[in-house]
């Protein structure tokens, strides 16, 4: 089980290595040749072949990121250019200030020696009333539109790194606006299968329909479909400071609270019938279930890195309960840090095994010891880069989250999911309650945060809110 974690560290070295222009894709793709014809011809046994897996995970790594940094910066511009483009809609992020929409499969519609970068980002304020707002297109739309495109600032502080970097790493080779709000129009003729579109039109509906909750609507918005806008940006800001953000990130707690109501639910139901349980374990059924749910609720709320990473642990672990194996933490973190290079490791090495504790008064000392371990894993690894890139300091973040945590586990995030299913009834009686209810719910907590955010003599930001941004 010692490969998986070497295979990580193998993909992050060769990440890092691209990312400082070290390796170019063509030395990466080299590198990744020789080592899967290595391994495929049988010229090494052992340890050479172990050592061939990691040499083949680290190019393929540095491969995929120099690629994306050099598709990029190959086709900027030096001057600002105005390009009538079709593109298909990547993400599409919308604040009261304005919107940011990412295209990819970028190509232009002038002239043919007019050549633009595959992947765009717009930015515009929001669309006034009476024209058809871009900021309602959905991902996986092809649309058609008129933009003035031109090259990521380089302008700096002496000695702080580009602010094109991180364009540089999500592919971006330029940015840009509309020309005019009313000059994009859709073409579903050339948009092919779309399978991601119906999930993102009905989180969107849902969202629209959580808007009856109130004004705790924000809160319940951002934990139960991962809407980090939402939330008002004092109450974001609030939040931050507090050093209890991280609650309002869909993770792997809800999750695992969707997947366990979702196999109790299915193991009392299936349970029940005498002709399954005559003839296979139900347990079995009741897993699926509860799996097939908690994905599901995975794409409807976008689908992130922390939802992909929590999804992949429970996918394992469900896996391994399946197979009757031992459930190992570090090989299933690794297998999914793998595929999504999760950063939260020491969540898992923060925890320890214990025996079995049956005292009641063991339970809670045994549940608040695990919990104070984790939060104080989770302040000691943030900190230092909230400080770093935000300029903000939490110095009671430890302290309330020993109280934050357990509360939202169990009062916010069922609240939240009566919520999403208020949402997702037809509008009554029913429905309109159970808005209601969880709206008052999650406007207490909001005041109580916002109360707590006044009274504590909090460090002040030196740097942007974190609501400053679209």
């Known amino acids: 089980m010692r490969l998986l974690p070497s295979l990580v560290l193998a993909q992050i070295c060769g990440i890092v290595l691209a990312d400082a222009g070290v390796v170019s894709s063509k030395a990466a793709l080299a590198g990744a040749l020789l080592a899967l014809a290595a391994a495929s011809f049988g010229v090494l046994r052992g340890r050479r072949l172990w050592a061939a897996a990691v040499l083949l995970v680290a190019c393929s790594g540095a491969l995929s990121h120099a690629q994306r940094i050099e598709m990029a910066r190959g086709r900027r511009s030096a001057v600002a250019v105005e390009r009538t483009l079709a593109a298909t809609v990547d993400s599409l992020v919308v604040g009261a200030a304005g919107y940011r929409i990412d295209l990819r499969d970028v190509t232009a ?12 980002r717009l930015y515009g304020e929001p669309t006034p009333a009476g024209l058809l707002a ?47 709000p009313a000059l994009q129009v859709r073409l579903p003729e050339r ?37 980090r806008r939402a939330p008002s940006p004092e109450l974001n800001d609030a939040f931050a400071r507090l050093g209890i953000s991280h609650l309002l990130a869909v993770s792997g707690l809800h999750l695992a609270l969707v997947a366990s109501v979702a196999f109790g639910v299915a193991r009392l139901t299936f349970g029940r019938s005498a002709f399954l349980a005559a003839r296979c374990d139900t347990r079995g059924i009741a897993l699926f279930v509860a799996l097939a749910a908690a994905l599901g609720y995975a794409f409807l709320t976008g689908w992130g890195v922390p939802v992909r990473r929590a999804a992949i642990l429970l996918v394992g672990l469900a896996l391994a309960f399946a197979g009757g194996r031992r ?15 999760a950063q939260d490791a020491a969540l898992i090495a923060a925890a320890r095994h214990a025996p079995a504790i049956t005292q009641p008064r063991g339970v809670i000392a045994g549940y608040g010891e695990s919990l104070l371990r984790a939060s104080a894993s989770v302040v000691a690894l943030t900190a230092p880069v909230a400080a770093l890139h935000f300029g903000r300091a939490a110095p009671f973040a430890l302290v309330l989250n020993l ?19 208020g949402a997702a009834l037809e509008p009554g009686p029913w429905a309109g309650g159970l808005l209601r209810v969880t709206g008052v719910a999650a406007e207490w907590t909001g005041g109580a945060v916002t109360a707590l955010d006044h009274a504590l003599p909090i460090v002040p930001s030196v740097g942007p809110p974190s609501s400053a941004s679209v």
């Open 327 to 341: 459930r190992a933490a570090w090989p299933l973190l690794s297998a999914a840090a793998l595929a999504v290079l």
């Open 403 to 421: 109280v934050a945590i357990p509360w939202t586990a169990c009062v916010l995030l069922p609240a939240a999911g009566f919520a999403l299913i």
């Open 191 to 227: 948009e092919g299968l779309r399978p991601g579109v119906w999930i993102a039109r009905r989180r969107a509906e849902l969202n629209q329909r959580l808007a009856a909750a109130g004004r705790g609507a924000g809160l319940l918005r951002a934990l139960a479909l991962g809407d």
């Open 109 to 120: 519609a002038g002239p043919e020696d007019a050549r633009v970068p595959q992947r765009v």
């Open 134 to 180: 871009i900021e309602r297109r959905l991902p996986g739309e092809r649309v058609w539109l008129a933009a003035r495109l031109r090259s990521p600032s380089q302008r700096r502080n002496p000695g702080s790194s580009s602010p094109d970097l991180a364009l540089d790493r999500a592919g971006i080779g330029a940015v840009g606006s509309l020309l005019h």
